[in-house]
């Protein structure tokens, strides 16, 4: 494995822990800041729109190297953490989590870039993967960490050990990440050009649903152990493992997958996937064995169709990748605010936390449609046109 991506996944992993471990450790933040679950959610929400905010800044830098621009990424979500951890009160720490969102669809859509200049021939999907697998290793072991230190000693070492990593990924980038070819100017409006077409809108759709479909029921996940499946307070490290191990095997499969079949028909699949696990959760919420297993399902189907949204962009943002692959990140997290916002509804209606996961049901099956015309209506003839141009090559 190439030490250029192992830097790349680096980056992803601080980014991941910032991202996910708030999710584990919602309760502990709320009791803190004296404020309710549903409110303490609206922190989940602050770093989405963080990331919908900080994509589009990378039109105005296209112009600088491409490394350049991770080093300065790196660098804004060590400041964001380190104030999340200092944060005296809600506001504050409303605004050190947007600040935290900023670099990370930016990060995501240069390092989407860099990791597939720098893969060999045919595994553009797999190379992606591997700077994606840093986010699935902080599922897996990063999350249980800051979910442990939150329970025995204080939620805000969590975020002060991301503002450390970043020292530390911003090293290795500088060491191990050569300098790649800059992506060609387009201009600013250039940057813009591939949103005139159909196919970038269905693949954000797509990816915005689904991801929304998932954080409709993972942004209450601790909760929902706890008080409807029955787990201990000491055993949501462990299950947080587990559902960190799910996103990790996801996303080696998304990627070799995507490099074997089309990726928007690997997305579909796996889309629909969740939608059925969703709504088993739903009425299986009691049992805690299979909540569990459930659990697994939902976050490998969360994390295999990452990898190949990603690379179904890039195909498709000809001219602007630098911001068509930040934009899959906007839609991600916009549906990260969306599931959120929308799974707390039943909650302060007073319904139980099994139904923020029936919520997301809908917007699964929505997104599978949005991939079904997608990968009928434009992948399909685009891969054949693309295979039809190598063949010619090669005579």
């Known amino acids: 494995m190439k030490?250029?991506?192992i830097a790349l996944g680096f980056g992803t992993l601080g980014l991941g822990i910032a991202e996910f471990v708030m999710m584990a450790i919602l309760p502990y933040v709320a009791k803190e800041l004296h404020i309710s679950i549903p409110t303490a959610g609206h922190l989940i929400s602050a770093y989405a729109l963080g990331v919908c905010a900080g994509a589009p800044m990378l039109t105005l830098a296209r112009k600088l190297p491409l490394k350049n621009i991770l080093l300065g990424l790196v660098t804004i979500m060590m400041i964001g953490n380190i104030c999340a951890a200092l944060s005296p009160h809600y506001w504050f720490m409303i605004g050190a989590r947007f600040i935290s969102?900023?670099?990370h669809g930016a990060y995501f859509g240069v390092a989407s870039i860099v990791a597939e200049k720098l893969a060999d021939k045919g595994k553009g999907s797999e190379a992606v993967s591997i700077m994606i697998a840093g986010m699935t290793i902080a599922n897996l072991f990063g999350v249980p960490l800051g979910t442990s230190l939150s329970t025995l000693l204080s939620w805000r070492l969590t975020f002060l050990l991301v503002g450390i990593w970043g020292v530390i990924v911003l090293y290795f980038i500088w060491k191990w990440v050569p300098q790649v070819e800059g992506l060609p100017d387009t201009g600013f409006k250039g940057q813009f050009h591939f949103l005139k077409t159909t196919a970038p809108w269905l693949i954000l759709g797509a990816t915005m649903f689904g991801n929304g479909s998932v954080f409709c029921w993972y942004s209450y996940i601790n909760p929902l152990l706890t008080h409807v499946s029955g787990f201990s307070a000491?055993?949501?490290t462990l299950l947080m493992i587990l559902a960190g191990g799910g996103m990790?095997?996801?996303n080696l499969l998304g990627g070799r997958l995507a490099d074997k079949y089309t990726p928007g028909r690997v997305a579909a699949v796996t889309q629909i996937t969740i939608g059925f696990a969703l709504l088993s959760i739903?009425?299986?919420?009691?049992?805690?064995w299979l909540t569990a297993l459930l659990m697994f399902l939902c976050t490998m189907g969360l994390f295999a169709v990452s990898s190949p949204l990603q690379v179904s962009i890039l195909h498709f943002a000809k001219g602007g990748e630098l911001l068509g692959a930040a934009c899959i990140q906007?839609?991600?997290?916009?549906?990260?605010?969306l599931g959120a916002t929308l799974g707390a509804l039943p909650l302060k209606a007073g319904l139980g936390y099994q139904y923020p996961a029936l919520i997301g049901v809908p917007f699964a099956f929505l997104g599978c449609i949005l991939l079904?015309?997608?990968?009928?209506?434009?992948?399909?003839k685009s891969y054949k046109r693309s295979?039809?141009?190598?063949?010619?090559k090669a005579k």
Do not use: H, M, Q, W
């Open 282 to 288: 739903f009425f299986a919420a009691r049992i805690d």
């Open 387 to 392: 295979k039809t141009l190598s063949s010619d």
């Open 330 to 337: 906007v839609a991600f997290n916009l549906g990260n605010a």
């Open 3 to 5: 030490k250029s991506l």
């Open 234 to 236: 000491n055993s949501i």
């Open 101 to 103: 969102g900023l670099p």
């Open 248 to 250: 990790v095997v996801g």
């Open 372 to 380: 079904i015309v997608f990968s009928r209506k434009y992948e399909t």
